[in-house]
């Protein structure tokens, strides 16, 4: 299965609200979900297309909530929250 594109509205919502990244660790990967534990103490399931290959437990990962994107490894795909 191939990752949706990150569209160019969702780049423009991040760069214009980049203090809403949100920094955390992969701590479990489904086929379509990944949970994550943020550093600032919350976890959440998010909805990421082929999140298994992308994503392995233990990656640091930032997730933006706005524009609905998730960063692994320089790599951006969108992400929604479950």
Same mark, same amino acid.
């Given at each position: ?5 990150? *569209? ?32 600032? +103490? +919350?976890?959440?399931? *998010? ?25 692994? +490894? +320089? ?8």
């Amino acid at each position: 299965m191939s990752r949706p594109a990150v *569209l160019p509205i969702q780049r423009v919502m991040a760069d214009a609200t980049p203090n809403a990244w949100r920094d955390g660790i992969a701590v479990e990967t489904r086929t379509d979900e990944v949970v994550v534990a943020f550093l600032d +103490g +919350g976890i959440a399931v *998010l909805r990421v297309a082929d999140a298994s290959t992308l994503v392995s437990v233990g990656d640091p990962v930032a997730h933006h909530p706005v524009a609905e994107i998730l960063s692994v +490894g +320089g790599q951006r795909t969108t992400a929604r929250t479950v």
